[in-house]
């Protein structure tokens, strides 16, 4: 069963950092592309970045460019998402995500974890 877990997430004051963490589990990790994408209260999911198999390729909104960083390790299942400089509108549910082979569709979502930029 393919199971995708987020953590990290939190409460943190405008200029702030995060780290979430996506442990995957349960199909061959190295193999596929994977992405975050975000959801705030009231508005429909945003793409955030994406990553490669390999991590050599990463992609960024223009929201989020400059200030978030992509990463993961194959060894691990494991995709990670740092945040700096956070801003109220970062604040959303955090998800990451498959994409399926040979597609721009994405076939499996974790449940997300909540990141809140206040002060």
């Known amino acids: 069963e393919v199971q995708l877990v987020e953590s990290g997430g939190g409460m943190v004051q405008p200029g702030g950092s995060l780290r979430l963490s996506c442990a995957a589990s349960?199909?061959?990790?190295?193999?596929?592309?994977m992405s975050w994408v975000r959801q705030a209260p009231g508005k429909g999911p945003e793409w955030v970045s994406a990553i490669n198999t390999g991590g050599g390729s990463t992609y960024y909104a223009d929201s989020v460019k400059g200030r978030f960083t992509i990463s993961r390790d194959n060894a691990k299942n494991t995709v990670y998402l740092e945040m700096n400089s956070l801003l109220p509108e970062d604040t959303a549910g955090y998800y990451c995500?498959?994409?399926?082979?040979?597609?721009?569709?994405?076939?499996?979502w974790g449940q997300g974890t909540q990141v809140t930029v206040s002060s």
């Open positions: 349960g199909f061959t990790f190295s193999s596929y592309d």
């Open positions: 995500a498959r994409r399926r082979l040979g597609s721009d569709e994405y076939d499996h």
